[in-house]
Nanobody
């Protein structure tokens, strides 16, 4: 049984930093893509960042480029999202996703496994 468990969310002031973690169990295809998505109040879920091919390839949404960094530690079966210079518009529930079966890393319809989410709230 595949499980994804996020942690690291919280409340910070604008300009602050957080590091999200996603621990994966029951899934071993480290060469496939894993991603972070978020869903803000009244918004659709959107792709934030993806890491593929064992960490060789990374993708970012334009809104987070230069501020967020995605990484993974295969030995710990954990994916991370380092978020710096946070803005109020980053406020959202953040989800990790695994096992991309399509080619669109940013499309939430193309992942088989999801975590329950961790809340990030940024106050200005």
């Amino acid at each position: 049984q595949v499980q994804l468990v996020e942690s690291g969310g919280g409340s910070v002031q604008a300009g602050g930093s957080l590091r999200l973690s996603c621990v994966v169990s029951g899934y071993t295809d480290s060469g496939n893509c894993m991603s972070w998505f978020r869903q803000g109040p009244g918004k659709l879920r959107e792709g934030v960042a993806a890491i593929c091919s064992g960490g060789i390839t990374k993708y970012y949404a334009d809104s987070v480029k230069g501020r967020f960094t995605i990484s993974q530690n295969n030995a710990k079966n954990t994916m991370y999202l380092q978020m710096n210079n946070l803005k109020s518009e980053d406020t959202a529930m953040y989800y990790c996703a695994a096992d991309l079966y399509g080619s669109r890393w940013f499309d939430d319809d193309e992942y088989n496994y999801w975590g329950q989410g961790t809340q990030v709230t940024v106050s200005s």
